[in-house]
Nanobody
Framework: QLQLVESGGGLVQPGGSLRLSCAASGFTFNYYTIGWFRQAPGKEREGVSCISGSGGSTNYADSVKGRFTISRDNAKNTVYLQMNSLKPEDTAVYYC?????????????????????WGKGTLVTVSS
């Protein structure tokens, strides 16, 4: 069964850290570009960070540059998002997605093309 499962969300105080994980199964993981996206209440879903199949290319939204780091372990079929210096405006449901077609990481994060697979999301709440 093809699926992406996110984990690692929760409640954290401003300035704190969380690490999200996206575990994949049912497809050849390293063939896929993987991205993290988020959707805050009342707002559209937006791209946060994306990583190429090899892990050699990454892209970040301006709002998270210098605070978030994306990485992947293809042996474990998992992509991570390390989130540091969290702010209340980072509060959202975080989703991971996978796309097979050959596109740049920026194109994926721009959501120009439909994704092949989506996870169900994990909630991140940044509040004191």
């Amino acid at each position: 069964q093809l699926q992406l499962v996110e984990s690692g969300g929760g409640l954290v105080q401003p300035g704190g850290s969380l690490r999200l994980s996206c575990a994949a199964s049912g497809f050849t993981f390293n063939y896929y570009t993987i991205g993290w996206f988020r959707q805050a209440p009342g707002k559209e879903r937006e791209g946060v960070s994306c990583i190429s199949g090899s892990g050699g290319s990454t892209n970040y939204a301006d709002s998270v540059k210098g605070r978030f780091t994306i990485s992947r372990d293809n042996a474990k079929n998992t992509v991570y998002l390390q989130m540091n210096s969290l702010k209340p405006e980072d509060t959202a449901v975080y989703y991971c997605a996978a796309v097979r077609r050959v596109i740049t990481v920026q194109t994926m994060c721009d959501m120009t093309y439909p994704m092949d697979y989506w996870g169900k999301g994990t909630l991140v709440t940044v509040s004191s």
